[in-house]
């Protein structure tokens, strides 16, 4: 089991109609560009498959925004909380299919990377990746999305990451993003909070009040989906134990994501993500940790499936695979 600890290097209502030149209050942008790939679907996702959402008129675009229930809301909520200045990037989304082509993944990042420079002065990024997309030349488009984004503004602009609680988390996004957060809940009834919390992150970067480091540890194994209901053991006592580690003033997040086992890919699988104010000892210990819990579980995340012969001659095996797709929330598109 590795952990790869990570250094980061960083120095409401919502906005206003007019953007000064120089505002008083640190202007942060919204971006995400999300999708849940299935590699063994051979539909691919297309670039007519993405929904925009509105960003015109432009004085009115994060009133529109802030109505949703998803971490988009929660980083509004959140900003308004917390004195932050807000401005509208490119907000996408395709409903789970095959993997993405490159031709609309490299529209999508351009189109995102384009309207942040034409934005005035931003002091960061709250970026809302699914956290699961394959394209057709990256295995982890979100990776290489954040990588492209790191490249165009520099190692000290902040870029928090707000991923799905079935996202396959790699090394790499790790490494360029400054701090990165998943859905703690599956049913994911708490995007909305999530996205505040990015939010708080966010404002204590910008205001000089800590310095995120991460780390990030993944067990050798798959969660099956079957077993990813956060409710109940085994995974309620590890996102509790999530939610106790946040409650030290030196952990800013603690992140359980139990990966999506349809993306055939290196990161797949689940990970523990933890980021803390400038303590990496801390991170990596505390990331492994949690991972460690994790990997006992795994005598008790077995699939018990029937034979196919027993199960074809009396009809059981059928009615109990469809049972189990039913649960595993599969998409073929």
Same mark, same amino acid.
């Given at each position: 089991?590795?952990?790869?600890?990570?250094?980061?290097?960083?120095?409401?209502?919502?906005?206003?109609?007019?953007?000064?030149?120089?505002?008083?209050? /640190?202007?942060?942008?919204?971006?995400?560009? !999300?999708?849940? !790939?299935? !590699?063994?679907? /051979?539909? *691919? =996702? *297309?670039?007519?498959?993405?929904?925009? &959402?509105? =960003?015109?008129?432009?004085?009115?675009?994060?009133?529109?925004?802030?109505?949703?229930?998803?971490?988009?809301?929660?980083?509004? #909520?959140?900003?308004?909380?917390?004195?932050? #200045?807000?401005? /509208?990037?490119?907000?996408?989304?395709?409903?789970?299919?095959?993997?993405?082509?490159?031709?609309?993944?490299?529209?999508?990042?351009?189109?995102?990377?384009?309207?942040?420079? %034409?934005? @005035?002065?931003?002091?960061?990024?709250?970026?809302?990746?699914?956290?699961?997309?394959?394209?057709?030349?990256?295995?982890?488009?979100?990776?290489?999305?954040? &990588?492209?984004?790191?490249?165009?503004?520099?190692?000290?602009? @902040?870029?928090?990451?707000?991923?799905?609680?079935?996202?396959? +988390?790699?090394?790499?996004?790790?490494?360029? %993003?400054?701090?990165?957060?998943?859905?703690?809940?599956?049913?994911?009834?708490?995007?909305?909070?999530?996205?505040?919390?990015?939010?708080?992150?966010?404002?204590?970067?910008? %205001?000089?009040?800590?310095?995120?480091?991460?780390?990030?540890?993944?067990?050798?194994?798959?969660?099956? +989906?079957?077993?990813?209901?956060?409710?109940?053991?085994?995974?309620? @006592?590890?996102?509790?134990?999530?939610?106790?580690?946040? *409650?030290?003033?030196?952990?800013?997040?603690?992140?359980?994501?139990?990966?999506?086992?349809?993306?055939?890919? /290196?990161?797949?699988?689940?990970?523990?993500?933890?980021?803390?104010?400038?303590?990496?000892?801390?991170?990596?210990?505390?990331?492994?940790?949690?991972?460690?819990?994790?990997?006992?579980?795994?005598?008790? +995340?077995?699939?018990?499936?029937?034979?196919?012969?027993?199960? !074809?001659?009396?009809?059981?095996?059928?009615?109990?695979?469809? &049972?189990?797709?039913?649960?595993?929330?599969?998409?073929?598109?």
């Amino acid at each position: 089991m590795r952990t790869l600890v990570v250094f980061m290097l960083t120095p409401f209502l919502f906005f206003a109609p007019a953007l000064s030149a120089e505002s008083a209050r /640190p202007r942060i942008a919204i971006g995400g560009i !999300s999708h849940e !790939s299935n !590699s063994f679907n /051979p539909s *691919k =996702t *297309k670039l007519a498959d993405f929904r925009r &959402r509105n =960003t015109e008129p432009f004085d009115q675009v994060l009133l529109e925004w802030a109505k949703s229930n998803d971490e988009v809301s929660g980083y509004i #909520e959140g900003a308004g909380r917390l004195g932050l #200045e807000l401005y /509208p990037g490119l907000v996408a989304a395709a409903d789970p299919k095959g993997p993405v082509t490159d031709e609309a993944f490299n529209t999508l990042v351009e189109e995102l990377i384009r309207r942040l420079r %034409s934005a @005035p002065r931003l002091d960061g990024l709250l970026l809302a990746n699914h956290g699961a997309m394959v394209v057709e030349s990256y295995p982890h488009g979100d990776a290489e999305m954040v &990588r492209r984004l790191r490249q165009v503004f520099g190692p000290a602009f @902040p870029i928090v990451v707000t991923h799905d609680f079935h996202a396959n +988390i790699s090394p790499e996004i790790v490494k360029d %993003s400054t701090a990165l957060i998943t859905y703690k809940e599956n049913p994911h009834i708490d995007t909305k909070e999530r996205g505040m919390q990015a939010a708080r992150i966010m404002a204590e970067i910008v %205001s000089g009040k800590v310095k995120p480091v991460q780390a990030i540890a993944k067990p050798p194994m798959m969660y099956n +989906i079957v077993f990813q209901y956060t409710q109940v053991a085994p995974l309620r @006592p590890i996102v509790d134990e999530s939610r106790l580690l946040e *409650k030290n003033p030196k952990i800013l997040a603690v992140s359980v994501s139990g990966g999506y086992q349809y993306a055939d890919v /290196p990161a797949m699988g689940p990970s523990v993500v933890v980021v803390t104010d400038n303590d990496p000892v801390l991170a990596a210990r505390e990331a492994q940790r949690v991972a460690d819990m994790l990997w006992a579980t795994r005598d008790k +995340i077995v699939l018990n499936l029937p034979d196919a012969a027993p199960g !074809s001659a009396n009809g059981h095996g059928r009615q109990h695979w469809w &049972r189990l797709v039913g649960r595993q929330h599969l998409h073929f598109g």
